[in-house]
């Protein structure tokens, strides 16, 4: 069983396309993630008319339409949802969705989520919270733009409403596309872990898959990445998107760094214990010795195999007689000895 859930985010990548959102499931699956994820707005509901685009989002749709209309553009409608749902079932994908606005939320509680995702700018937002909170569900939280007490705030209010912190994931985030790898800051993901109890992931906005297999090998639960069919291609978050065989790639590293984890406990590997005895040393004779010779230092040689005396054992070796004569390069036991 994984470990660590892996989210591919085809959230508005689909540039408001049924038929590309459902190419996005086919990927997704490809790829074998866990969840493949959209978001789920009504933009009368979201935003106003006179709200502004953010500079990446300028940036990378090169439009001068608004906030308000270029979201427009992107909503899914219901019956849309449903396509989606049906899709990824074919393909053997769970289907996931971010809410925006209450509507919303209340729409995708109906369709039978059984994991709730809280985006970056929802996490300030107390009516949504408290919605989220009292579906009692398992909820991940993005933190993107976030100080410490306000992601404590936030969890603060779900388990008032009544979800249990065990089924809280926070994951580190940050909130520019792409992001800058001098801005990631991925060690605040367990300074989250130790400062709030609670399990810990992360939303990666880079343009490579670095960072989120180094979230893994520093314990992330849960990896969220945004993909694309293609990141050249005109929208808002395109460019910060993983294109297909990379998002493969990435899902690829991830399970064997999830593979390489084991446990605290250092041991040797049943892989290598066949090796212990070719690769360390066994106390041998340097030289030919008679019967009845004491053992000094000058007698011994330590050379492979090591299915012999450790060398460790050195000391309680010298000064012992040989009980018969040995050529040199002889392999010592204790029951050569007197």
């Known amino acids: 069983m994984n470990q660590v859930l892996i989210i591919a985010e085809a959230g508005v ?49 090169k439009t001068d339409d608004s906030q308000f209309e270029m979201l427009q553009k992107l909503e899914l ?14 393909h053997n994908v769970k289907f996931l969705s971010t809410a925006f606005d209450l509507d919303s939320l209340d729409f995708l509680n109906k369709l039978g989520m059984d994991l709730f995702k809280i985006p970056s700018g929802e996490i300030t937002n107390l009516p ?22 306000e992601i404590e705030d936030a969890i603060g209010v779900l388990v008032k409403e009544g979800t249990p912190k ?3 994931t926070v994951l580190h985030c940050n909130t520019e596309y792409p992001t800058p790898y001098e801005d990631v800051n991925i060690l605040a993901m367990n300074a989250i872990s130790r400062k709030l109890g609670v399990s810990v992931g992360y939303s990666d906005h880079t343009q490579g898959i670095e960072v989120p297999i180094a979230a893994v090998a520093l314990g992330a639960t ?6 694309t069919l293609d990141h050249q291609m005109e929208g808002p978050d395109h ?20 593979k390489s984890l084991g446990s605290e ?74």
């Open 239 to 258: 460019l910060a998107s993983l294109e297909p065989d990379d998002l493969k790639n990435m899902v690829s590293c991830i399970r064997n760094i999830e």
């Open 265 to 338: 406990e250092k041991k040797p590997s049943n892989s290598e214990v066949k090796n212990i005895a070719i690769a360390r040393k066994s106390i041998h004779l340097s030289k030919n010795l008679d019967a009845g010779h004491i053992l000094t230092q000058d007698d011994l040689v330590m050379k492979r195999p090591g299915d012999g005396i450790s060398p460790m054992r050195m000391d309680d070796i010298i000064g012992k007689k040989l009980q018969n004569t040995f050529p040199e390069d002889y392999k010592l036991d204790f029951n050569d000895l007197v």
């Open 13 to 61: 990548n689909h540039n408001g396309s049924l038929d590309t959102a459902k190419k996005l499931i086919e990927v997704a699956a490809a790829s074998k993630v866990d969840y493949v994820k959209f978001q789920t707005f009504k933009t009368s509901k979201l935003v106003t008319k006179a709200a502004v685009k953010a500079d990446y989002q300028q940036a990378n749709t």
């Open 128 to 149: 949504y919270l408290k919605a989220i909170g009292r579906l009692k569900k398992k909820v991940i939280v993005s933190t993107g733009m976030c100080f410490m007490e």
């Open 222 to 227: 849960v990896i969220e990445k945004h993909f």
């Open 77 to 90: 409608s219901e019956q849309d949802h449903y396509a989606l749902i049906e899709h990824c079932k074919v």
């Open 166 to 168: 065990e089924d809280i």
